[in-house]
């Protein structure tokens, strides 16, 4: 095994349940915010965007 396979390696029987947990979470967020970003800079879901851009300052 070369030196940067060794350091990249994971050993997956010693893994904790907190590292589980934190794996878990960070794919979930990781994912959750692709798609945000996917959602929000889509071109053709522009003009629904920016008719919403005020919404909070709006008295209705």
Do not use: C
């Not at 893994?15 to 959750?32: E, P, S």
Request: no cysteine; glycine share 4%.
């Amino acid at each position: 095994m070369s030196d940067k396979q060794n350091y990249f390696s994971t050993d997956w029987a010693a893994m904790t349940g907190h590292d589980w947990a934190g794996l878990i979470v960070t794919v979930v967020i990781f994912f959750g915010m692709a798609i945000a970003f996917w959602w929000a800079l889509k071109p053709s879901r522009r003009k629904e965007l920016e008719e919403q851009k005020y919404k909070v300052l709006d008295d209705d």
